[in-house]
T-cell receptor, first 115, second 113 residues
Framework: DAKTTQPTSMDCAEGRAANLPCNHSTISGNEYVYWYRQIHSQGPQYIIHGLKNNETNEMASLIITEDRKSSTLILPHATLRDTAVYYCIVRVAWNYGGSQGNLIFGKGTKLSVKP | EAGVAQSPRYKIIEKRQSVAFWCNPISGHATLYWYQQILGQGPKLLIQFQNNGVVDDSQLPKDRFSAERLKGVDSTLKIQPAKLEDSAVYLC???????????FGSGTQLSVL
């Protein structure tokens, strides 16, 4: 089962920042937070990932709380092309003979960017 | 850089028939995954290969599903015989290694009638 909780859907106005929350209260010390998105009729696309510190790349920013129990994905200037389902996933970074660190997807958040 | 290639894009079959899907991962990617995505749900891992060896097939219904990755490059996923509940999108993904980010293909949409 997915180890994250996300809102089912969110709306955002074009040009505004989209802030997508994710709860992962049972995250372990050796688990990363990953974000993927899936645009209609396409496969999931990697966005960003982080362990403890905030991360930023050309697509988005990831803010992880100090206790690591929740995070927020920020799309700074949402466009219509950002309309997609966004998945927050916790993934084992390293292991000592246990899980291979597979991605376990939940249902994600359907983000609708409106003109 | 070419992405993950999958074929066919769409397939319609009747129940109890067999079907096969093909995947060509990104060049140099050692790890290959097959996911099943039922409408309205997130993708579910079916099988993971590291080169040509199986790493995880715990979620693969082995009575009807099989997969292989000969020579550690291309992979095929087969369903025989298909059931109505197998209607889904079958996604292939690859990564450089087991801890690396995954790149997904566009998937094969299977309809079982």
């Amino acid at each position: 089962d997915a180890k994250t909780t996300q809102p089912t859907s969110m709306d955002c106005a074009e040009g505004r920042a989209a802030n997508l929350p994710c709860n992962h209260s049972t995250i372990s010390g050796n688990e990363y937070v990953y974000w993927y998105r899936q645009i209609h009729s396409q496969g999931p696309q990697y966005i960003i990932h982080g362990l403890k510190n905030n991360e930023t790349n050309e697509m988005a920013s990831l803010i992880i709380t100090e206790d690591r129990k929740s995070s927020t994905l920020i799309l700074p200037h949402a466009t219509l092309r950002d309309t997609a389902v966004y998945y927050c996933i916790v993934r084992v970074a390293w292991n000592y003979g246990g899980s291979q660190g597979n991605l376990i997807f939940g249902k994600g958040t359907k983000l609708s960017v409106k003109p | 850089e070419a992405g993950v290639a999958q074929s066919p894009r769409y397939k319609i079959i009747e129940k109890r028939q067999s079907v096969a899907f093909w995947c060509n991962p990104i060049s140099g990617h050692a790890t290959l995954y097959w996911y099943q995505q039922i409408l309205g749900q997130g993708p579910k891992l079916l099988i993971q290969f590291q080169n040509n060896g199986v790493v995880d097939d715990s979620q693969l219904p082995k009575d009807r599903f099989s997969a292989e990755r000969l020579k550690g490059v291309d992979s095929t996923l087969k369903i025989q015989p298909a059931k109505l509940e197998d209607s889904a999108v079958y996604l292939c993904a690859s990564s450089r290694g087991q801890r690396e980010k995954l790149f997904f293909g566009s998937g094969t949409q299977l309809s079982v009638l």
